[in-house]
């Protein structure tokens, strides 16, 4: 089997997805967002934590949050 080398670019990539149809747009789109998922899934874990260390929550707030839910949703019915 014959192996053919081509340098693209990002450019050059731009271009030839633009002439592709809607339809193979979107399963490129699908097919990258499959391979990227647990990258940027991780990334998204990253900038919470960091979040959370910069503003850490105390117990005592997460106990109230946990209550303003609950009677929020009894208030809907939603127990």
Request: no cysteine; hydrophobic share 30%.
């Amino acid at each position: 089997m014959t192996k053919v080398m081509i340098n693209l670019n990002v450019n050059d990539i731009s271009q030839v997805i633009e002439q592709l149809s809607q339809r193979e747009k979107t399963r490129l789109i699908k097919k990258l967002e499959k391979e990227t998922w647990s990258s940027r899934f991780n990334q998204l874990l990253q900038r919470a934590r960091q979040r959370a260390k910069q503003s850490p929550l105390s117990n005592q707030e997460i106990i109230r949050e946990i209550d303003y839910t609950r009677q929020a949703r009894y208030d809907q019915g939603g127990y």
